[in-house]
């Protein structure tokens, strides 16, 4: 079985599309969206639009439930000049969907358990499968990912959230994280400098019997056609993310 894991395309639509004529040339038996999938970008109704069509279970993250609550759950305490502009998105967002985008966005689920052959299985969820806040990371303490994941030889675990590409073992099995479709960047730069990458991130994972392979994929897109969709949507503080794609 060869599954494409997908994750926080954070309402880029066209990131999305990057990363479906990919899988054009490196096609999957099936895909699965870690979550944070629509709020955030300029084209959530598209995102909702794209997501829908292929019809793939879909984890929810942080992110969209926010969008569909306005409770924000996470330990940030943001300050209250971006928590004004997170509502601003937030109500721009929702002002572009549906009522039948918000439904479909309410059914996706804190956790994902995906059969990959006779003896492995794949569970999926967001930050971790208790809370879709918790952050795991390439550096975080072992401790914390045996207590997050226990690490049952008969699973694979994954997870998105932090938008970062990583592989890490957790005793007899492995967590991975296939990084960010919509808002690829490097943790390690200056916040007074900060930048997206433009190219949609995913892993596809390879499983035959009990031979495993995983390939982490770095699709490259037009950071200015990204720029010009900002540019023309009406989402508040768009000047920001463009600044951003820029080099």
Not at 80 to 92: C, I, P, Q, T
Not at 180 to 205: C, I, K
Request: hydrophobic content about 40%; proline content about 5%.
């Amino acid at each position: 079985m060869r599954l494409a894991v997908l994750s926080d395309i954070h309402g880029n639509a066209y990131a999305f599309d990057a990363l479906l004529t990919d899988l054009e040339t490196h096609p999957a038996d099936a895909l699965v969206c870690l979550g944070d999938a629509i709020q955030g970008g300029a084209q959530p109704h598209e995102t909702v639009m794209r997501l829908r069509s292929l019809a793939i279970p879909i984890v929810m993250g942080n992110a969209d439930a926010w969008l569909l609550t306005g409770i924000e759950t996470g330990a940030e305490n943001p300050s209250a000049e971006r928590l004004a502009k997170m509502n601003a998105v937030r109500e721009w967002s929702l002002s572009k969907l549906t009522d039948d985008d918000r439904a479909f966005i309410g059914t996706f689920q804190p956790t994902i358990l995906i059969p990959l052959s006779d003896t492995k299985n794949l569970l999926c969820y967001h930050g971790t499968p208790a809370s879709f806040d918790e952050i795991l990371l390439p550096d975080t303490p072992y401790e914390n990912f045996v207590n997050a994941l226990q690490g049952d030889a008969n699973y694979l675990y994954c997870g998105g959230h932090t938008h970062v590409q990583f592989l890490r073992r957790v005793r007899d099995t492995f967590h991975f994280n296939p990084g960010s479709v919509g808002l690829a960047y490097s943790r390690h730069q200056p916040e007074d400098d900060f930048h997206f990458d433009a190219v949609a991130e995913y892993a596809l994972l390879t499983v035959e019997q009990e031979r495993v392979a995983l390939e982490f994929r770095r699709v490259p897109y037009d950071a200015n056609a990204v720029i010009e969709i900002y540019r023309a949507s009406g989402r508040p503080f768009s000047e920001e993310m463009m600044r951003q794609y820029e080099r």
